[in-house]
C-alpha cells in the first residue's frame, strides 16, 4: 500500500522560510515524478511544484517562482519543499503526491497517490 506522509509545516512570519517532507512508502517512487499541491480555505487546490523521477526537470507555479525550490531523494523515497520568503497567500494545506508518469507535470489528474496534508501558516 502506497504511503505518502508530509512533514515540516508550521507557523511562520511573512519572510521567512519552511522546508517540508514527504515519505514514500510501499514502492519504489524512483522512475515516478513527484508534486506539491495547496489549498487554501475556500479555494480550489493548486498546484505548486513537481520534479521529474530523475530531478532533472522542475516546474513550478508562476507565484512560487525564484522563492520555492523541489528536490528529491530516491535513495530516500523523498521529496522536499523549500519555501522562502514565504507570504501570507502562501497559506495552505500543502500536499505531496506521485504521478503516474515520469515526467514533472502540472496535472492533478496526473497523479494518483496523495498525502495527507500539512498545514503551513503565514503571518503578516
Known amino acids: 500500500q502506497v504511503q505518502l506522509v508530509e512533514s515540516g509545516g508550521g507557523l511562520v512570519q511573512t519572510g521567512g522560510s519552511l522546508r517540508l517532507s514527504c515519505a514514500a512508502s510501499g514502492r519504489n517512487f524512483s522512475n515516478s515524478a513527484m508534486g506539491w499541491f495547496r489549498q487554501a480555505p475556500g479555494k480550489e487546490r493548486e498546484f505548486v511544484a513537481a520534479?521529474?523521477?530523475?530531478?532533472?526537470?522542475?516546474n513550478y507555479v508562476d507565484s512560487v517562482k525564484g522563492r520555492f525550490t523541489i528536490s528529491r531523494d530516491n535513495a530516500k523515497n523523498t521529496v522536499y519543499l523549500q519555501m522562502n520568503k514565504l507570504k501570507p497567500e502562501d497559506t495552505a494545506v500543502y500536499y505531496c503526491?506521485?504521478?503516474?508518469?515520469?515526467?514533472?507535470?502540472?496535472?492533478?489528474?496526473?497523479?494518483?497517490?496523495w498525502g495527507q496534508g500539512t498545514q503551513v501558516t503565514v503571518s503578516s
Open positions: 503526491a506521485v504521478a503516474d508518469r515520469g515526467y514533472a507535470t502540472m496535472y492533478a489528474d496526473r497523479y494518483n497517490s
Open positions: 520534479i521529474s523521477w530523475s530531478g532533472g526537470s522542475t
